[in-house]
Nanobody, 122 residues
Framework: QAQLVESGGGLVQAGGSLRLSCASS????????MTWFRQAPGKEREFVAL????????YYGDSVKGRFTVSRVQAENTMYLQMNGLLAEDTGLYYC???????????????WGQGTQVTVST
């Protein structure tokens, strides 16, 4: 059973930056994908960014392209999300998730972290 732990959330002014981390326990196979989702109050969970663990290929939601960067350090079993140019609409609870199949849908992921809050003030 994989365990995921997010960290790095906080309160930041619009235009600022934050870096989120997601540490995963257990062996991560090269075929795995690790993904960031976020959820604002009253809204559905939204795809943010995905990275293929083996190749490092990255994919982004339209609302964060050009502002967010997902990366991983395989030796540390850790994924990162560098968030620049933050907007008020980026506010939400950010989750990392992990599974073996490529998907943008939250329902397809078995392993989740507890979430870390990001609040962007204007």
């Amino acid at each position: 059973q994989a365990q995921l732990v997010e960290s790095g959330g906080g309160l930041v002014q619009a235009g600022g930056s934050l870096r989120l981390s997601c540490a995963s326990s257990g062996r991560i196979y090269s075929s795995a994908v690790m993904t960031w989702f976020r959820q604002a109050p009253g809204k559905e969970r939204e795809f943010v960014a995905l990275i293929r663990w083996g190749t490092g290929a990255t994919y982004y939601g339209d609302s964060v392209k050009g502002r967010f960067t997902v990366s991983r350090v395989q030796a540390e079993n850790t994924m990162y999300l560098q968030m620049n140019g933050l907007l008020a609409e980026d506010t939400g609870l950010y989750y990392c998730a992990r599974d073996s199949s490529f998907s943008y849908q939250p329902a397809d992921y078995r392993y989740w972290g507890q979430g870390t809050q990001v609040t962007v003030s204007t």
